[in-house]
């Protein structure tokens, strides 16, 4: 019986900081949680990230990933070497502007599928020329006529999934938000502005 206990002892002890390291990682982006220094996020990606320092205190990690099949830049933000937010960027370029559409369409499943049902899911159009043309709704974000989103939130983070465009260029990204790290990034643009003064 004593070694049962002891046994289980040791379960528990080697058990619970694993199980609190798992819930720990879902608390950030990918495998990394929020807080986390550029060093440690460069531990769980394959590959060396471009860096760019950006403005005052804040650090940019890219990489190139896949994400639903589709080609992704994956970006990390740092302010005070802390991570504060994250980005998946669509890569793919295409020359009909509805596969952009269909792009949007495709990461939204996937994000309703992990995350439930969207708290905002919306088209907006700030000029209504192709509103009623369905078949020219790729060409409606390219101009800066239309543009859909889509979000949803849990204790720690804010996701939103964003396609717009103007010029006749499209972005379309999935952003991740830290909830508890966005005063330290608000701080470090403000700063910035400051330095800049």
Not at 67 to 75: C, D, E, R, S
Not at 156 to 172: A, K, V, Y
Request: glycine residues 6%.
């Amino acid at each position: 019986m004593r070694k049962f206990v002891i046994w289980w002892c040791l379960i528990v002890f080697i058990v619970m900081p694993i199980a609190a390291q798992s819930a720990e990682i879902k608390s950030g982006f990918r495998k990394s949680s929020w807080g986390w220094t550029p060093k440690q996020v460069m531990a769980t990606e394959k590959g060396k990230p471009q860096t760019t320092k950006l403005d005052g205190n804040r650090t940019l990690l890219r990489y190139k990933n896949k994400l639903a099949g589709l080609n992704m830049t994956v970006a990390y933000i740092f302010a005070s070497n802390k991570l504060v937010r994250a980005k998946y960027l669509l890569s793919d370029t295409h020359s009909n502007n509805n596969l952009y559409l269909r792009d949007y369409d495709t990461l939204l499943n996937v994000l309703t599928e992990k995350y439930g049902e969207p708290s905002a899911n919306d088209r907006s159009w700030n000029n209504d020329l192709y509103k009623d043309d369905i078949e020219n709704w790729g060409m409606a974000v390219a101009v800066g006529h239309m543009l859909q989103f889509a979000s949803w939130e849990n204790e720690l983070t804010t996701i939103s999934e964003m396609i717009q465009g103007d010029n006749f260029r499209i972005t379309l990204g999935v952003e991740y938000s830290s909830k508890k790290y966005e005063k330290v990034e608000n701080d470090a643009v403000k700063q910035e502005q400051s330095d800049q003064l």
